[in-house]
């Protein structure tokens, strides 16, 4: 089979390479193996390749933390043979998915109804259920309370918004390009503000006087630490991205005084403190929201395998204006 490999961490355009004619890996005991179909390219992908990741493999590795796939056997155990034939969602943590099979454990893999497409089934993990879990599992923001989300036009940004939308709770969304103001308003933010126009908390405060109960981070930094200075007496904000690779500097002061609270979350150690009929209940809300549109991923371009290296050189190009896919093989 084909795979794509790295030997050293680095940029992902220059370390990735094929690998043509290894053989398919072996699932042992409770794990499938999965013919893949499709892969997107995430950043949580790209800072694994860069070694800037909470995981670091044994070299040489595999990337593709996600996917989707058809089940083609099993090393055994009652839920892998449940799985065989199915079209999956794949999560794989251990040997990546960006190669035609992949091998992972039962419980790891999700069937998908036919009428979800490829592309929706790739990515239906990492960023619907991150959205999810962080606004309503962890922070559980209620009906008519304000969050705010810096990097809100990407695409789990956009899934926030739609959330906020469906569900009732109030986004304030920071962009760094003027032109995504209209879409996101669109998508049902209740406001956009550009980064640029101003300092993140005075351009808050002017929407929401006291500041924000809520807000989420994925970019650090100087913006990490203004999303910071926006809550409100009381306010909590999860940091879950590290898009900047700068720290955030808040003085202590701030946090004593305004009774804050701001914690990492990461979707995989979470989901690991999650017992079985929690994840199985994810599953079944981000299926729904997805049919609905409101987890949706949008693409904008596709490559094969082969091309691995302009695939991950789109994925780190600002304004990419959506995922990037790896298609790996056909139904
Ligand atoms: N902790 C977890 O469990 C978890 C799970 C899922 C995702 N994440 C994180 O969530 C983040 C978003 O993921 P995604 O799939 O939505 O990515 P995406 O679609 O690539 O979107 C990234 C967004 O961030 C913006 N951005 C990138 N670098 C920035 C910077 N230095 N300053 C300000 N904005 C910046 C981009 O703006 P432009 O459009 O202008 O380029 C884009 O809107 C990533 O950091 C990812 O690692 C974390």
Redesign the pocket.
Known sequence: MKRVVFDRFGPPAEVLRIEDDVPAPQPGFGEVLVRMLASPV???DL?YVAGKYGLKPALPATPGFEGVGVVEATGGGPLAWWRKGKRVAVINDRIGNWAEYTVTKARQVVPVPDEMSDEQAASFF??PA?ALAMTQDVLKVPRGAWLLQ????????KMVIRLGYKLAFRTINV???RE?VEELKKLGADHVIV?SDGPIPEQVRKLVPDGVRYAID??G?A?GAQVIASLSHGGRCLL?????DEPVSVHPRYFIGNDLRVEG????AWAKKQGVLTMLKLFRRVRALMREGVLQTHFAATYPLEDVAKAVEH?AA????G?VLLRIGVR
């Open positions: 995430n950043p949580s800072m990492v960023n991150t810096s990097a809100a036009g990407g695409e789990l940004g962009v760094r390009r995504q980064e994925p970019v930094g913006t879950y991205g590290s898009l900047s979350f990461w979707l995989g994925a600002p304004g990419k204006g995922k």
